[in-house]
């Protein structure tokens, strides 16, 4: 089991997950290596970071940028490349740590 499918059912069993996410398409808001912590929600909105899947593809952290009440969810990273419409939104960050700082989010 690679780490999306296993974030993937730990969101819809214990309804949150933890998964550390790779790249620069989220700089400055999140950086390369960041820990995410994922909590599955009723209620997606723009701005929110998910973890979804976009025609056929996990997207681990990138944006909703426009939503759509036939089409779903437009993805796209913080530089503006759009990956495409969604309806499948498996949870959102609620926090992501940086070597062992809160980068995004905050602790409850």
């Known amino acids: 089991m690679n780490k999306y499918e296993r974030l993937k059912t730990e969101l819809e069993t214990v309804g949150n997950g933890k998964m550390k996410a790779f790249g620069d398409s989220m700089l400055p808001i999140l950086k390369n ?23 056929g593809r996990y997207i681990d952290a990138h944006k909703i940028i426009k939503t759509d009440k036939s089409k779903g969810f437009l993805i796209a990273n913080h530089h503006g490349f759009e990956n495409g419409w969604t309806k499948i939104i498996y949870g959102k960050v609620i926090e992501a740590e940086f070597k062992n700082q809160i980068i995004y989010g905050k602790r409850e």
């Open 33 to 55: 290596g960041s820990l995410l912590t994922f909590e599955k929600s009723d209620d997606y909105q723009i701005g929110d970071i998910v973890f979804c899947k976009v025609k």
